[in-house]
T-cell receptor, first 116, second 114 residues
Framework: KAGVTQTPRYLIKTRGQQVTLSCSPI?????VSWYQQTPGQGLQFLFEYFSETQRNKGNFPGRFSGRQFSNSRSEMNVSTLELGDSALYLC???????????????FGPGTRLTVT | AQKITQTQPGMFVQEKEAVTLDCTYDTSDQSYGLFWYKQPSSGEMIFLIYQGSYDEQNATEGRYSLNFQKARKSANLVISASQLGDSAMYFCAMREGKNNDMRFGAGTRLTVKP
């Protein structure tokens, strides 16, 4: 089975622009979560989608949004980019429909976004 | 409040020796899960091992074992017979109850010396 894929792998944007990142989960996985990783804040949860619905959301401003399509592929969008948005954005997928502590997430390679 | 604490920013270990990476956590939930992930320089998070709060036995996965001390709220990762390829960042993470967001520690950078 193919793993989680994320596109693009690297991206350079200018402050004020917007960006869309894409994540394709493992076949059969219906849950997709997004994380932001920065040197200063570490790994932080952004949001999780299941069956096209946002099921959980982290503490990020409204500039960060996401969606999920019927084939479980997910996109996240960041509008009005700021320098602090420079980060590695990781996507993770899981199979389980019921949320339990044991749910194992499979991560993609990430998209490295640089905002100049 | 910090939920996951990894107090070792960096660790060194000689090849073939064992190493323990520390992790303490904070939760009031009775049901939670603890995870360890490895992140090489490529960026991808690789799952290593899982321990459930109700599991009575310490989890083991090949060369990885988890020293789970529930009363102390610690979940230390033990890597036996270290290999050069083990050099990476290691993250401890926790998921509580019915939340699907994973909380991560700050990570420990492990360097294996030949």
């Amino acid at each position: 089975k193919a793993g989680v894929t994320q596109t693009p792998r690297y991206l350079i944007k200018t402050r004020g622009q917007q960006v869309t990142l894409s994540c394709s989960p493992i076949s059969g996985h219906r849950s997709v979560s997004w994380y932001q990783q920065t040197p200063g804040q570490g790994l932080q949860f952004l949001f999780e989608y299941f069956s096209e619905t946002q099921r959980n959301k982290g503490n990020f401003p409204g500039r960060f949004s996401g969606r999920q399509f019927s084939n479980s592929r997910s996109e996240m969008n960041v509008s009005t980019l700021e320098l602090g948005d420079s980060a590695l954005y990781l996507c993770a997928s899981s199979l389980d429909s019921v949320v339990t502590p044991a749910v194992r997430q499979y991560f993609g390679p990430g998209t490295r976004l640089t905002v100049t | 409040a910090q939920k996951i604490t990894q107090t070792q920013p960096g660790m060194f270990v000689q090849e073939k020796e064992a190493v323990t990476l520390d992790c303490t956590y904070d939760t009031s939930d009775q049901s939670y899960g603890l995870f360890w992930y490895k992140q090489p320089s490529s960026g991808e998070m690789i799952f290593l091992i899982y321990q459930g709060s109700y599991d009575e036995q310490n989890a083991t996965e090949g060369r990885y074992s988890l020293n789970f001390q529930k009363a102390r709220k610690s979940a230390n990762l033990v890597i036996s017979a270290s290999q050069l390829g083990d050099s990476a960042m290691y993250f401890c993470a926790m998921r509580e109850g019915k939340n699907n967001d994973m909380r991560f520690g700050a990570g420990t950078r492990l360097t294996v010396k030949p």
